[in-house]
């Protein structure tokens, strides 16, 4: 069965250090978005890519980026590591562009503490 | 201010009751409204969608209805079970594609 899969599940880092958070997919879906939730806030959108070679910056994308360099992985790296950053992070994708109407297929998520 | 505003942020139910969930929202142009269910340490699993034209769609136990005029949706569970304790979310997409979240109520179904 096809999945989109996260790793690590958790992950203790220290402040300053580089990381990067792994998202697999086996749907063969174009669009892959990260995303990172929050005590009382809504999922936000760190960075999305609409295919292979393309990114584009989210609303909360500072201190991240991604690369995509085939279909099935969006990693996520953390340049430098704050505290607030510490979150749990989300990755999806999705079969078409309307992504509104397909919907997304959601990882399982990666919780991230900075100390 | 958050687009999308949920109500109320966490609830307690005794097993077999029913509840409402809702969500008003600015987001605007209009495109489709979803709920999403979200267990303890997963992804959102999609439960409906709904369109401009929709005002009430069913999924088992689970009814969503859309007011497009006032902006408001609301989440209706019949019969609550123990394994419908978990956040419920809306998500209000525009015409561009641009989806917003809210931050979800928290439900829990006790026995």
């Known amino acids: 069965d096809a999945e989109i899969t996260q790793s690590p599940r958790h992950k203790i880092t220290e402040t300053g250090r580089q990381v990067t958070l792994a998202c697999h997919q086996t749907w063969n879906h174009n669009n892959m978005f990260w995303y990172r939730q929050d005590l009382g806030h809504g999922l936000r959108l760190i960075h999305y890519?609409?295919?292979?070679?393309?990114?584009n910056k989210g609303e909360v994308s500072d201190g991240y980026s991604v690369s995509r360099s085939n279909t099935e992985d969006l990693p996520l790296t953390l340049e430098s590591a704050a505290s607030s950053q510490t979150s749990v992070y989300f990755c999806?994708?999705?079969?078409?562009?309307?992504?509104?109407?397909?919907?997304?297929?959601f990882g399982s998520g990666t919780r991230l503490t900075v100390v | 201010k958050n687009q999308v505003e949920q109500s109320p942020q966490s609830l307690i139910i005794l097993e077999g009751k029913n509840c409402t969930l809702q969500c008003n929202y600015t987001v605007s142009p209009f495109s489709n409204l979803r709920w999403y269910k979200q267990d303890t340490g997963r992804g959102p699993v999609s439960l409906t969608i709904m369109t401009f034209s929709e005002n009430t769609k069913s999924n088992g136990r689970y009814t969503a209805t859309l007011d497009a005029d006032t902006k408001q949706s609301s989440l209706h569970i019949t019969a609550s079970q123990l394994s419908d304790s978990a956040s419920y979310i809306c998500v209000v997409t525009d015409y561009n594609n641009d989806m917003r979240f809210g931050a979800g109520t928290r439900l829990t179904v006790k026995p």
């Open positions: 890519s609409y295919g292979v070679h393309d990114t």
């Open positions: 999806a994708s999705s079969e078409s562009l309307g992504t509104g109407l397909y919907g997304y297929t």
